[in-house]
């Protein structure tokens, strides 16, 4: 599983960077980019990255 986060709809709150950093982080442009797949360690952080994410801009896929 890896996370994708849509450009055109994150707002660059930081949320998932902080939360989850092994996989998110905030790029040049300001706007959160996924680094790495979703493992077992952090798949519960992942997971509340896309709940906590305030306009649903991460999606997971196989
Ligand atoms: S939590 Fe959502 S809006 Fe905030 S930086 Fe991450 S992807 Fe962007």
Not at 9 to 28: H, K, M, R, Y
């Amino acid at each position: 599983m890896r996370a994708f986060v849509d450009k055109d709809i994150c707002i660059g709150c930081g949320l998932c960077a902080s939360t989850e950093p092994d996989v998110f982080e905030i790029d040049d442009d300001g706007k959160a980019i996924s680094k790495a797949d979703t493992t077992e360690e952090n798949r519960e952080s992942v997971e509340a990255c896309i709940e906590g994410c305030p306009v649903n801009a991460i999606r997971e896929e196989e």
